[in-house]
């Protein structure tokens, strides 16, 4: 079986140490590098094309966000994690937006740093369950206090169906092969989710499939 | 004087003059004071004498006038009755007239008395030549009254023949000497004028002279009065624009250090939050997940050891929450990590979480590329604007706008509060955030009043930052 290749990139050793201890306990994961920085992280990931990068946002000389979005604009194939200790929407949006597929909380790496690890060496998103819980709190709130409704209650059935899949990181095309409509129609109701929901781009989507709870 | 009362006991204020100026000022004063009081009284004196001294001129010359006429006027009253008295006396002494309308003597002795008091009624003169010419005159008349006392001793056989010598050899020759004495007396009168009125030229002269010296000493007064003034005015105006610009030296002297105290502080803050965060965060993180491999290790039948194990993660879990929420505070790394418009997101949000009241941030073309110290000020301006309508005003709404326009960006936070009254309470809070946004050249607006909320304003301009590229060439 062949084995996940991991990158960690954190300026700090101590942690790195932590990680790569809980990444190498697992049978099926190999710890291929580490980096100092976001620079390093960069610069290690063009040269050894890891599977998986598990990055720390906070980082000196380049940030986790830039080093993400230098990696992911050159190499989309490399799936990223991004390690924080915010759960704080703008932080989620950001690491989005920069291509990270998993967001995880520094507090909880240890319980799910494997399971975020798997989740998006196959494809998926994973985020930990503490941000979607601030994101809907915050969500939820807002709502009550403005008084306006929740835009979720405006999709259909369909469009909510099709929102988790686009969420989780779907094609347009696999979308409509799995609930066997033609790509137009597919295409038509994501315009209508987006617009429903008032979002601009995949990284709104995704930040509002987490807070819903649709995608972890 | 009240000013003087007022100047001797100073404010109570820091503001409190040199004692030593203060009295050194005063001194001056006194000196002006005086100084304008005597021009004053020397213009006042001057002007007095000067109508004074008209006026007696012109009182003389009245007399001088009145005593010319009165003198002529006696003249010709002398002159008249010794006319008269010839005239009676030559028909008294020919008896010529045959109705007996003849002069008795008594009638010739009225008319020298008339004579007589016609000479005395010429006005007393100091002049000796008049005196003199009046002794003769009266002289004259005593001889006549002689005379006539004489001619009534006369016969009345031989009173025809001597009437007529008497005629030819006295009364003629009397008449001529009086009248020849009266033409000197009218002479000496005009000469007396003209003496008169040269005396008064004289005078007057002299009190124009006197008042020509006077008019100079005043001008001269004037001059020098207007000098030393002059002089006070140009070195109180030195010494006032030296003080402005000390003023103003110590006024950016102090603006420098206040935004020097708000760099280092901005500065200790981040260093301070990244030691916390790098040091003592990243130490807690490891030492947390080492307790999960622990709990790994330990069995899980062991429910002491699990116990314990459960509680020093909850404890290492506080110390990490509390110390990301000291560094937070201290130094938010959204700025660092994000950029300006999700640190003030993520700043709108964490109010909203903490407090009643919802923020929205709103943002129009706000570049990625402010200088550090730009967002840092927003970022505080914002933080304070929000947490003073948080915690004092109970606002329900808040709204952070920040836009960026051609050289500048504008920052506004509204808030429906119950609002102040910006003129009475300014706090530590405001001038932090004037002193930041004046610092980097840009100004503040506080709009607020009871019940109507506030909206704080600032405009601060945006040195373009060099482009990465240069700065990389």
Redesign the interface.
């Known amino acids: 079986m062949k084995k996940i290749r991991v990158l960690l990139a954190d300026?700090?050793k101590?942690?790195r140490?932590?990680?790569r201890?809980?990444v190498e306990q697992q049978p099926d994961l190999i710890v291929i590098g580490e980096a100092n920085d976001g620079r390093e992280a960069v610069s290690q990931a063009k040269s050894l094309k890891p599977d998986v990068v598990v990055m720390d946002?906070?980082m000196p000389n380049l940030?986790?966000?830039e080093a993400a979005l230098q990696i992911t604009q050159t190499h989309p194939e490399i799936s990223i994690v991004m390690l924080s200790?915010?759960s704080?929407?703008?932080?989620v949006?950001?690491a989005l937006k920069s291509g990270a597929k998993g967001y995880l909380l520094?507090?909880s790496?240890?319980?799910d740093l494997i399971k975020a690890v798997h989740a998006v060496a196959d494809g998926k998103s994973f985020f930990s369950p503490a941000v979607s819980k601030v994101l809907l709190?915050?969500y939820v709130?807002?709502l009550k206090?403005?008084g306006a409704e929740d835009t979720y209650d405006l999709l259909t059935p369909r469009e909510r169906e099709i929102l988790q899949l686009v969420a989780e990181g779907k094609s347009n095309k696999d979308v409509a092969n799995l609930l066997n409509l033609s790509v137009y129609t597919v295409e038509t109701h994501r315009s209508n989710i987006m617009e429903k929901l008032n979002l601009r781009g995949i990284p709104e989507l995704i930040l509002f499939a987490v807070r819903k709870g649709i995608i972890s | 004087m009240p000013a003087v009362t007022k100047e001797s006991s100073p404010p109570l204020s820091d503001s409190a003059p040199d004692p030593q100026f203060t009295q050194r000022a005063r001194k001056l004063r006194g000196l002006l004071l005086v100084s304008f009081g005597c021009l004053l009284a020397l213009l006042i004196g001057a002007g007095l004498d000067a109508l004074r001294s008209l006026r007696e001129l012109d009182g003389v010359e009245h007399d001088v006038a009145s005593g010319f006429a009165a003198r002529n006027q006696a003249l010709s009253t002398i002159i008249v009755s010794v006319h008269l008295y010839d005239d009676q006396m030559r028909r008294y002494l020919l008896q010529d007239e045959p109705s007996g309308k003849n002069p008795t003597a008594e009638d010739i002795a009225r008319k020298i008395a008339e004579v007589r008091s016609a000479l005395h009624s010429f006005p007393a003169a100091d002049d000796s030549a008049v005196q003199t010419l009046l002794e003769r005159m009266r002289q004259q008349i005593l001889d006549q009254e002689n005379s006539f006392a004489d001619v009534q001793t006369w016969e009345p056989q031989s009173r025809r023949k001597r009437a007529h010598d008497f005629i030819g050899d006295t009364l003629v020759p009397w008449r001529a000497q009086v009248l020849e004495i009266s033409q000197q007396l009218s002479t000496a009168n005009s000469k007396m004028l003209s003496e008169q009125n040269r005396l008064l030229a004289a005078r007057f002269q002299s009190l124009e002279f006197r008042l020509g010296w006077l008019i100079v000493l005043a001008l001269l007064a004037g001059v020098l009065i207007s000098v030393v003034c002059g002089w006070y005015i140009l070195r109180l105006e030195r010494q006032g624009r030296l003080r402005y610009q000390a003023l103003a030296r110590s006024r950016v002297e102090l603006e420098g250090l206040s935004a020097r105290l708000v760099a280092v502080q901005e500065q200790e803050r981040r260093s301070i939050s990244r030691e916390l965060h790098d040091e003592v965060g990243q130490s807690l993180g490891a030492l947390l997940v080492e307790i999960g491999q622990l709990g790994k290790l330990v069995p899980g039948d062991d429910r002491v050891a699990q116990a314990q194990l459960t509680h020093i993660k909850s404890v290492a879990e506080n110390a990490v929450k509390s110390v990301r929420d000291i560094a937070l505070l201290l130094r938010p790394p959204m700025l660092d990590d994000l950029g300006l418009v999700p640190a003030l997101e993520w700043q709108a949000r964490e109010i909203s979480r903490r407090s009643d009241m919802e923020v929205e941030v709103h943002s129009e073309r706000v570049s990625e590329d402010l200088s550090d110290e730009l967002k840092v000020c927003i970022y505080r301006l914002v933080q304070e604007a929000l947490n003073n309508a948080a915690s004092h005003s109970s606002a329900k709404n808040a709204k952070v706008t920040v836009a960026q326009r051609a050289g500048s960006i504008h920052v506004e936070i509204t808030d429906n509060g119950s609002g102040f009254d910006p003129g009475h309470s300014r706090g530590m809070g405001i001038l932090g955030m004037e002193e930041r946004v004046r610092y980097l050249g840009g100004r503040l607006a506080i709009a607020s009043a009871p019940g109507k909320g506030a909206t704080v304003t600032a405009e601060i301009p945006v040195q373009p930052l060099p482009s990465p590229v240069e700065s990389r060439s």
């Open positions: 300026d700090h101590l942690i140490g932590g990680l201890l809980l946002i906070g940030n986790g966000i200790m915010h704080d929407e703008s932080y949006l950001r520094k507090d790496a240890e319980s709190d915050d709130r807002k206090r403005s």
